[in-house]
């Protein structure tokens, strides 16, 4: 039997190592990405996909109602665009918007780890496979792209909050944590891993956060 | 398409091979960007480059894919759910008196952002260039969130970027904010030259 991790893809097979994964014990973590053993799936229920249903026609809702937090992430990716056709006076306007967007963003009620990893599982049982749904319908292959690295990223961010949940502060204590700049995965120890676990970009994509 | 040359500076190392290659002069600048008025496009430069560093890019970009209403609803829903955490998460850090927790936290302020750029570049605001770019900065220039909006850097923005999937018609405009009369260029923004207004403060004549 093979057991697969959900966030990087690496492949534990039960065979080849000679230990049933249900004995591994509970702190066993995934030798590539770091995630914890609860996210590993078995192989055969990977490939289910969620059958095409007929999409009832749903009307677009006003973009003028952009919450300041999504305006902030559209203009600092604008400003990230203009920066890659070295239009730096474009990009520097774009980063001021997103700047005053993200000083007026709502960070809501709570802002425990747990109301933040709440909000994760809902994306992750509800945002991420209703947008894969819509993708598949549409055929929007950018939009299924966005998807892939998106969903194991944020698995990987709840899993850590769960952790942190558990075991509080000796969980970091004494060791780096590391935020791939490309795709946002997060990976906690000493060095980076020599590739992004998801997007696969060499080790100095990778920022330490101080 | 029309092309023109721009250097990496991150991977230029000053071999200055362009410099000697170039007909028109158009890398022999001060500040290592290469002058793009004086730019045909010729490629030389880009083909002498040790390094490299010099890439043809195109004047124009091609418009972004046509998404569905169901597909923009399900990115911005997931955006909005990001930037919330985003949000919360910054708080949790600036909050923060415990050293992990605080560097947990900014690691999960910065994913969340870079998330949620990937989202909304796939839906619908990719480009600089793009009408969905362009006219959002121009709505918001038109009628700011609050009074702190920096107005100056959005009509920068509209002053300095040509659209690029929407064809303007051109034509002879007056401005109702100082009343300069201008013309325009086909697929050129419309900016009064006296005062940059745009957008709803210019009618057309």
């Not at chain 1, 080849?16 to 702190?27: G, H, N, Q, R």
């Not at chain 1, 000796?170 to 780096?176: H, R, V």
């Not at chain 2, 569905?68 to 990001?82: F, G, M, P």
Request: proline content about 6%; hydrophobic content about 35%.
């Amino acid at each position: 039997m093979k057991y697969i991790c959900s966030v990087c893809g690496y492949v534990y097979d039960e065979e080849a190592e000679k230990i049933p994964f249900a004995s591994l014990p509970d702190d066993w973590v995934c030798p590539m990405c770091r995630a914890p053993k609860n996210l590993f799936v078995p192989e055969e229920s990977e490939a289910r996909e969620p059958a095409d249903e007929p999409q009832e026609a749903e009307e677009y809702h006003d973009s003028r109602k952009l919450s300041p937090g999504v305006l902030a992430a559209i203009f600092s990716n604008l400003a990230r665009g203009a920066e890659k056709q070295y239009r730096a006076k474009e990009a520097e306007a774009f980063t001021a918007i997103a700047a005053y967007f993200t000083r007026h963003s709502d960070s809501g009620d709570s802002s425990s780890p747990e109301a933040i990893r709440a909000l994760l599982s809902d994306d992750l049982s509800r945002g991420y496979p209703d947008l894969r749904k819509k993708a598949a319908a549409a055929g929007d292959r950018g939009a299924a792209r966005v998807l892939v690295w998106g969903e194991k990223v944020t698995r990987m961010a709840s899993s850590l909050l769960e952790r942190y949940e558990k075991e509080g502060e000796a969980f970091l204590a004494g060791t780096s944590v590391w935020l791939c700049t490309v795709c946002g995965f997060i990976y906690i120890g000493d060095n980076p891993p020599g590739i992004c676990p998801v997007c696969k970009v060499p080790s100095w994509k990778f920022t330490r956060i101080e | 398409m029309k092309r023109i040359a721009v250097r990496n500076l991150r991977l230029c190392t000053k071999d200055c091979l362009c410099l000697y290659v170039c007909p028109y002069g158009a890398t022999d600048t001060e500040d290592s960007i290469i002058d793009a008025s004086k730019c045909t496009g010729c490629g030389i430069c880009a083909d002498a480059c040790p390094s490299g560093a010099i890439s043809m890019v195109p004047e124009d970009y091609p418009p972004q894919q046509v998404k569905t209403d169901e597909v923009k609803n399900a990115i911005e829903k997931l955006a909005y759910s990001r930037t919330l955490a985003e949000a919360k998460a910054r708080r949790a850090a600036s909050e923060s008196g415990k050293d992990g927790l605080r560097r947990l936290m900014k690691a999960i302020e910065g994913s969340s952002r870079l998330v949620a750029e990937d989202l909304m570049r796939e839906g619908r605001y990719m480009l600089p260039q793009s009408s969905n770019a362009l006219d959002l900065t121009s709505a918001l220039l038109d009628d700011p969130p609050s009074k702190d909006f920096p107005e100056e850097s959005a009509r920068e923005i509209l002053s300095r970027i040509r659209c690029n999937d929407r064809k303007e018609s051109g034509g002879s405009y007056r401005c109702s904010v100082c009343f300069t009369e201008f013309t325009a260029d086909e697929g050129e923004t419309p900016i009064c030259p006296m005062c940059h207004a745009s957008g709803k403060d210019l009618e057309t004549i």
